[in-house]
Nanobody
Framework: QVQLVESGGGLVQVGGSLRLSCVVR?????????MGWYRQAPGKQRDLVAT???????NYADSVKGRFTISRDNAKNTVDLQMASLKPEDTGVYYC?????????????????WGQGTQVTVSS
């Protein structure tokens, strides 16, 4: 009933740029709180890349500060990640995340939802 759909991943050379997008869909969605991007490199845990609150306060992993920019459009229920000066260590599956307040028709609730992931590969 809630879907996060990512797009924009792909193969890019070192120093290149990519833009990831994620849209939240679902008729039960009432409010989207913090949204974010996480990534998982092969054989490693999923780590935070960047988050943005509903009031557009941002937080970045030290490794991406100054290179990545997170933004959101509350009217469209989207969150984007603009990535620049990409490095091989940025390679991984990028996941969109959102904390969502919803109403099913019979109850209210808050949940943490994830997208299916999009692959980003930075080649040297």
């Amino acid at each position: 009933q809630v879907q996060l759909v990512e797009s924009g991943g792909g193969l890019v050379q070192v120093g290149g740029s990519l833009r990831l997008s994620c849209v939240v869909r679902g008729s039960i969605v009432r409010r989207i709180n913090t949204m974010g991007w996480y990534r998982q490199a092969p054989g490693k845990q999923r780590d935070l890349v960047a988050t943005i609150t509903s009031s557009t306060s941002t937080n970045y992993a030290d490794s991406v500060k100054g290179r990545f920019t997170i933004s959101r459009d509350n009217a469209k229920n989207t969150v984007d990640l603009q990535m620049a000066s990409l490095k091989p260590e940025d390679t991984g599956v990028y996941y969109c995340n959102a904390e969502i307040f919803y109403y099913t028709g019979s109850r209210y609730g808050t949940g943490d939802f994830w997208g299916q992931g999009t692959q980003v590969t930075v080649s040297s």
